[in-house]
């Protein structure tokens, strides 16, 4: 007979597994899109999470990962015209990263095409809000 302990560990084992999979898919699935897009999935992730003025730092953690891997990203998607560096109106240190018009127009493009056979399709709503909460509760720290 399998003990608390073990029953849990098989538990998180299993969830852990099931988020891991769908972290894939995900991953996955935007790679493809953004690339239809001639976009890295790098730049695919920043231009989906950039739904307003964002410095590096605050695009990094939104990204998970260091402001120094956006610096990259940020500056190709700058090249490309999509975004621009914009003075940050509270910290004159920092710099916000702002999108263009032509930005605005490829990031509803890519929303489009995200939502295209996404694997958080087959949820509803609902679904979704649950999920939603019960991440948002294991990712406390």
């Known amino acids: ?72 990203v940020a500056d190709r998607l700058e090249e490309q015209g999509y975004l621009e560096r914009h003075p940050h109106p509270d910290d004159r240190r920092a710099k916000q990263l702002v999108l263009t018009p032509e930005g605005t127009e490829l990031r509803a493009r890519l929303l489009e095409l995200l939502a295209e056979g996404s694997p958080l399709t087959p949820l509803s709503l609902e679904d979704k809000s649950v999920l939603k909460d019960l991440l948002s509760r294991a990712l406390v720290r």
């Open 1 to 72: 007979m399998a003990t608390k302990r073990e029953t849990r560990a098989q538990a998180d084992r299993v969830l852990c597994g099931l988020v891991n999979g769908l972290a894939s898919q995900i991953e996955a699935h935007l790679r493809v899109r953004a690339a239809t897009l001639g976009l890295t999935a790098s730049q695919g992730t920043a231009l989906r999470e950039l739904t307003g003025p964002l410095t590096l730092r605050e695009l990094a953690e939104r990204m998970s990962c260091e402001p120094s891997n956006i610096t990259f």
